[in-house]
């Protein structure tokens, strides 16, 4: 039937709830879109705002024609040079939408508007699925829904109790939600995976050079979050693993794979099993502990122990990784062992030659190397800073005997220099070392400031790690390095147990990033894999394919049971056959240009059709008196109804 | 009217009626929708308010019922120093016999005009409105019934009027319908003027119908039939009510909206309630519970099912 109410004017107050929940609606995009867009989009609300009480600033049909056109233009404008599908779209819906805002008039302007408003709405998380923006959503999505609520009611409801129906709606329809959305089909492949570059992203790069770590370790950004299975590793064994540096220039170090494979030995000790959830990087590298056992999907184990991504990692990306001490290579190809013993002759100065000449004269052995480079910078007067001076010629050489103060990049660069000169083949490893355990969500938090590097030196027959900071800062592996702390002395590490109100914000930290963590890995990582991974556990693993298919049909099917149970004991969804007839009369009445409110009771619409048709009077008023008897009366038959059939049937509208 | 394409075969009972509206017209000129409603609340047992100014009619309105329907007429001119006893009656120590016997007050009678009810006290209103609702007076632990047929007419002015005690809410739910008189229009108005002193006219009257009669009408008007399709429509109009006002239709309501569309149809002489029919009796009866414009405005909105 059609609604009525459709070209009833619309109330200020309904008006102003749409322009006040569109503009919170758009508010994020502030971040996505240009603000050419974004200034338009806010001033056609604001100028429908304005004419809510100067109704004449309207604009009339021409000048919106006009304005749509303005606005095609800017929109296009503002997204020109770029390749960015997003900002075309959502730019074209925002602005939209803002204009469609000065047309709102009537009821059925209002229906419109609502699905736009969802529809920009879903736009948000194009881009940014997180925890906080769908907590800011939520509630506007239910304001959408109160006005729908309000625009179906003869007379609308006060705000309060509008938004209260539509919570109401939204709980009900939550079962159904989560059962689509657990039941649902995942594609594998990238249909909503976004490949858009995160702009602005630090993190560990394939270069390693002097100072590069330091500034990282100044950022308190996430690099990624780690859960076990199973027990927790020592802090001091929390060694994560990422590029490995074999070339050296003598100043910048280059991330590379080895040029041969060869065979790797087993692990000895505990097997770490971690589920990552890795912040985007831009880069290839999957983090995991010393060292991972086999690569997750979508992700290859190089002989050397890196986890390389297929794709850069340009969104959150969740991987189940499981480690072992000790796993590696058992045998160093002679390629490999050239790369690894290659020191530029321009960064080689007669003073390290003598040092390591000094060296090897104690003791050749590479163990015995390692030992007297440590023991180096233990006693001599290294200082371990986040604020090194600047090392403009010779990095190795003036930090080796000039400054003495550096990061944990200055002393694993030095020493896999001097390894090296040595004849102990070395490479070195970026990574992070340590994090922070969060025991409210039960993970470990690890940040940029967590950044680290270190050397692996060639033994003869394994790759052993060592970390030469440790040797001069050994606080360093066992603390997290405060990021607030920038003073150029010597490294501040996280001082004395907080006092209550700092550990009450530090609980409170990590219970919400706990929370993030949870949305991240069930709502916005739920994959295929992870589906199915869930029906297995919950004892549904046939369930597959176009199993899953039907099962979710069937599930939608169940949970539409209890509303197509409501509406037939509304009976407002099959109207009696006599009704039916009536309706349709009703219409073609009304386009014969009777003028009929649905108010009218059946005896007055015949009186206004019996006017407006004098000569089907009689007519009209039997099947007025069929309908009413077959409708209202005790004794309504088939009889009665194929009648009134027939009757309506015959009648001809001609005046 | 429709009612004259109607196939329905008119009830013999409700043909009685016919002469008393028409007669009942003569009198009181131009006022026959506000007659028929008036008979029609008799027909559903229910019982009538009119609110109007002083001097249009309403006495007469009661009188002329009274006497055409040949029901016996008590008469309670309300005042502010009233107390229940001068409605309900009192016991008076009878000498002769030595005991205290019951003399009825006014209320004893098939119809009671309480006449300018919101002058009186909360307290002497309350007297009659329980005496309305119960169908009998409580006297010193005796029950006295109150006779049958029961209907009471109570007028009252506008409540802006000085000297009113407004009738509250929960009481005024005991009227099945209040209705208004209004100013004739000129040209009853031109007849009333000319014609013969309606005083002298009305005690002329002779009744149409006797009790036993009136009681098988109201009997007749309960088993109009009532389908499921106008239910509907009852409740849509009770829904939108509540969903729209502070304080909705209540179930009472309801009930007297039914029962007043039934008398609405027999009157009309149909065996069936159609939605005209709740049109025709829905803002009387639900005027003073939500408010006249409130009533008109959900009738306006509430489309036909």
């Given at each position: 039937m059609k609604d009525a109410l459709a070209d009833r004017p619309l109330e200020p107050a309904t008006v102003g709830g749409l322009l006040l929940v569109f503009a919170l609606i758009g508010a994020p995009h502030l971040w996505h879109l240009s603000p050419l867009l974004m200034s338009v989009f806010y001033a056609a609300l604001a100028w429908r705002g304005v004419s809510l009480i100067?109704?004449?600033?309207?604009?009339?049909?021409?000048?919106?024609?006009?304005?749509?056109?303005?606005?095609?233009?800017?929109?296009?404008?503002?997204?020109?040079?770029?390749?960015?599908?997003?900002?075309?779209?959502?730019?074209?819906?925002?602005?939209?939408?803002?204009?469609?805002?000065?047309?709102?008039?009537?009821?059925?302007?209002?229906?419109?508007?609502?699905?736009?408003?969802?529809?920009?709405?879903?736009?948000?998380?194009?881009?940014?699925?997180?925890?906080?923006?769908?907590?800011?959503?939520?509630?506007?999505?239910?304001?959408?829904?109160?006005?729908?609520?309000r625009n179906n009611r003869v007379n609308p409801p006060p705000w309060p109790r509008a938004l209260r129906e539509a919570g109401w709606l939204m709980v009900a329809g939550l079962p159904m939600a989560l059962l689509l959305f657990v039941l649902f089909s995942r594609l594998a492949g990238p249909l909503w995976a976004l490949t858009a570059p995160a702009p602005g992203v630090t993190g560990m790069t394939d270069r390693l050079s002097p100072g590069s770590v330091s500034q990282l370790s100044q950022s308190g950004a996430v690099a990624f979050r780690v859960s076990f299975t199973g027990p927790r590793p020592p802090q001091a064994e929390l060694y994560w693993r990422g590029p490995v540096f074999w070339d050296t220039d003598g100043r910048t170090w280059r991330a590379g794979v080895p040029l041969e494979s060869v065979s790797r030995a087993g692990g000895v000790g505990a097997v770490w099993s971690q589920q990552v959830t890795l912040e985007p990087s831009n880069q290839r590298w999957l983090f995991a502990l010393d060292r991972p056992l086999q690569a997750p999907p979508q992700a290859r184990l190089s002989g050397d122990g890196q986890l390389l991504s297929a794709e850069p990692i340009n969104t959150r990306r969740h991987y189940r990784v499981r480690s072992q001490a000790g796993v590696g290579e058992v045998r160093l190809a002679a390629a490999d062992r050239r790369r690894a013993l290659a020191v530029?002759?321009?960064?080689?100065?007669?003073?390290?030659?003598?040092?390591?000449?000094?060296?090897?004269?104690?003791?050749?052995?590479?163990?015995?190397?390692?030992?007297?480079?440590?023991?180096?910078?233990?006693?001599?007067?290294?200082?371990?800073?986040?604020?090194?001076?600047?090392?403009?010629?010779?990095?190795?050489?003036?930090?080796?005997?000039?400054?003495?103060?550096?990061?944990?990049?200055?002393?694993?660069?030095?020493?896999?220099?001097?390894?090296?000169?040595?004849?102990?083949?070395?490479?070195?490893?970026?990574?992070?070392?340590?994090?922070?355990?969060?025991?409210?969500?039960?993970?470990?938090?690890?940040?940029?400031?967590?950044?680290?590097?270190?050397?692996?030196?060639?033994?003869?027959?394994?790759?052993?790690?060592?970390?030469?900071?440790?040797?001069?800062?050994?606080?360093?592996?066992?603390?997290?390095?405060?990021?607030?702390?920038?003073?150029?002395?010597?490294?501040?590490?996280?001082?004395?147990?907080?006092?209550?109100?700092?550990?009450?914000?530090?609980?409170?930290?990590?219970?919400?990033?706990?929370?993030?963590?949870?949305?991240?890995?069930?709502?916005?990582?739920?994959?295929?894999?992870?589906?199915?991974?869930?029906?297995?556990?919950?004892?549904?693993g046939w369930l597959s394919g176009y199993r899953l298919a039907l099962a979710a049909v069937a599930a939608a099917g169940l949970g539409m049971l209890p509303l197509w149970w409501l509406l037939r004991r509304g009976e407002a969804v099959t109207p009696d056959p006599a009704q039916r007839v009536w309706q349709r009369l009703l219409v073609r009445l009304r386009a014969?240009?009777?003028?009929?409110?649905?108010?009218?009771?059946?005896?007055?619409?015949?009186?206004?059709?019996?006017?407006?048709?004098?000569?089907?009077?009689?007519?009209?008023?039997?099947?007025?008196?069929?309908?009413?008897?077959?409708?209202?009366?005790?004794?309504?038959?088939?009889?009665?109804?194929?009648?009134?059939?027939?009757?309506?049937?015959?009648?001809?509208?001609?005046? | 009217?429709?009612?004259?394409?109607?196939?329905?075969?008119?009830?013999?009972?409700?043909?009685?009626?016919?002469?008393?509206?028409?007669?009942?017209?003569?009198?009181?000129?131009?006022?026959?929708?506000?007659?028929?409603?008036?008979?029609?609340?008799?027909?559903?047992?229910?019982?009538?308010?009119?609110?109007?100014?002083?001097?249009?009619?309403?006495?007469?309105?009661?009188?002329?019922?009274?006497?055409?329907?040949?029901?016996?007429?008590?008469?309670?001119?309300?005042?502010?120093?009233?107390?229940?006893?001068?409605?309900?009656?009192?016991?008076?120590?009878?000498?002769d016999q030595g005991t205290f016997r019951f003399h009825p007050g006014p209320v004893f009678a098939q119809l009671v005009l309480a006449d300018e009810i919101n002058r009186a006290t909360p307290k002497a209103q309350s007297a009659l409105l329980e005496a309305m609702e119960e169908g009998q007076v409580t006297n010193e632990g005796v029950l006295h019934p109150l006779p049958k047929p029961f209907f009471v007419i109570a007028t009252q002015n506008p409540q802006e009027q000085v000297g009113t005690f407004p009738l509250p809410e929960s009481q005024l739910d005991r009227f099945l319908m209040r209705i208004e008189l209004g100013y004739p229009d000129p040209r009853a108005e031109r007849a009333l003027l000319a014609g013969r002193d309606r005083r002298d006219w009305l005690a002329e009257l002779m009744p149409l119908l006797d009790t036993a009669q009136l009681l098988a009408l109201q009997q007749a008007t309960a088993q109009i039939h009532v389908a499921p399709a106008l239910l509907d429509y009852a409740q849509a109009l009770l829904g939108a009510s509540r969903d729209t006002l502070p304080a909705g239709l209540s179930p009472r309501a309801g009930l007297g909206l039914l029962a007043a569309a039934r008398a609405w149809a027999f009157l009309a002489g149909r065996r069936m309630v159609i939605p005209e029919d709740l049109q025709a009796v829905f803002v009387p009866v639900a005027g003073h519970r939500i408010g006249q414009q409130a009533a008109s405005q959900l009738l306006a909105d509430q489309p036909v099912p």
């Open positions: 100067h109704p004449r600033l309207l604009p009339g049909r021409r000048l919106r024609g006009l304005l749509a056109l303005a606005a095609l233009v800017a929109v296009l404008w503002s997204v020109s040079g770029q390749l960015d599908g997003r900002a075309l779209g959502v730019g074209l819906l925002t602005v939209m939408a803002g204009l469609k805002s000065l047309e709102v008039s009537s009821r059925r302007d209002l229906y419109v508007t609502v699905f736009l408003g969802c529809f920009l709405l879903a736009t948000q998380f194009l881009f940014d699925q997180g925890l906080w923006i769908s907590l800011y959503l939520a509630p506007l999505l239910v304001v959408l829904l109160g006005l729908l609520v530029p002759e321009s960064v080689v100065t007669a003073r390290m030659r003598a040092l390591v000449a000094e060296w090897r004269q104690a003791d050749p052995r590479p163990g015995a190397l390692v030992a007297a480079a440590l023991r180096h910078f233990r006693h001599q007067p290294f200082v371990y800073t986040l604020r090194p001076p600047a090392l403009p010629d010779n990095p190795v050489d003036g930090f080796l005997f000039e400054t003495k103060r550096g990061f944990c990049e200055h002393y694993a660069t030095s020493f896999a220099v001097l390894m090296r000169l040595a004849g102990v083949p070395t490479r070195l490893v970026g990574g992070y070392q340590g994090g922070e355990w969060n025991p409210v969500g039960e993970h470990m938090i690890v940040r940029q400031s967590d950044a680290h590097a270190w050397a692996e030196v060639w033994l003869g027959d394994r790759w052993q790690r060592v970390d030469p900071t440790a040797a001069v800062a050994p606080d360093r592996v066992e603390q997290s390095i405060d990021p607030t702390a920038t003073t150029s002395g010597p490294m501040v590490y996280q001082g004395p147990p907080p006092s209550w109100l700092a550990r009450l914000w530090r609980d409170g930290g990590w219970f919400v990033d706990g929370l993030a963590l949870s949305w991240q890995r069930w709502v916005v990582g739920y994959s295929d894999r992870t589906q199915a991974g869930l029906l297995e556990r919950l004892g549904l014969a240009g009777v003028d009929l409110s649905p108010n009218l009771s059946p005896s007055d619409v015949g009186r206004r059709a019996a006017a407006r048709f004098p000569a089907q009077r009689a007519a009209i008023e039997r099947i007025v008196g069929l309908y009413l008897a077959q409708r209202y009366g005790h004794a309504a038959s088939s009889v009665g109804l194929r009648r009134l059939r027939a009757a309506v049937r015959r009648l001809r509208l001609r005046r | 009217m429709v009612a004259d394409s109607q196939p329905a075969v008119r009830s013999p009972s409700a043909d009685v009626l016919a002469p008393l509206l028409e007669l009942a017209g003569q009198v009181l000129l131009g006022k026959q929708t506000q007659l028929q409603l008036a008979v029609s609340c008799l027909l559903a047992r229910g019982h009538l308010l009119i609110e109007d100014v002083p001097g249009v009619g309403k006495t007469t309105l009661a009188h002329l019922l009274a006497r055409l329907l040949g029901l016996d007429y008590g008469r309670i001119q309300f005042t502010s120093d009233m107390l229940p006893a001068d409605i309900l009656g009192a016991s008076v120590y009878d000498r």
